[in-house]
Nanobody, 122 residues
């Protein structure tokens, strides 16, 4: 069983930056693909990005070029660096772990964190 705990959310002005962290415990972290998803008010869950066990990344179109995912396997932590934030980035951000490679579909993930709120003011 893998437990995921996100942190780093908060309130930021448009154009600002935030870095989210997701700490994992249990399982073999280095073998998991780690994804980030978000759900804004009144919206469906949206794929943000994923980093594979080998470090390769894939991003959703709405965040490409602004967000970067990285991982520190020694610390069992994955990061989401968010730059040039926009009000439409306001959402609860979730990290998720998948045993068998990256995916942009939430249904493919095996474990989820509880989420952290990001609010971007205009």
């Amino acid at each position: 069983q893998v437990q995921l705990v996100e942190s780093g959310g908060g309130l930021v002005q448009a154009g600002g930056s935030l870095r989210l962290s997701c700490a994992a415990s249990g399982g073999t972290f280095s073998r998991y693909a780690m994804g980030w998803f978000r759900q804004g008010p009144g919206k469906e869950r949206e794929f943000v990005g994923v980093i594979g066990s080998g470090g390769g990344g894939l991003y959703g179109d709405s965040v490409k070029g602004r967000f970067t995912i990285s991982r520190d396997n020694a610390k069992h932590t994955v990061f989401l660096q968010m730059n040039s934030l926009k009000p439409e980035d306001t959402a609860v951000y979730y990290c998720a772990a998948r045993r068998t490679g990256g995916s942009s579909y939430g249904r493919d993930y095996d474990y989820w964190g509880q989420g952290t709120q990001v609010t971007v003011s205009s």
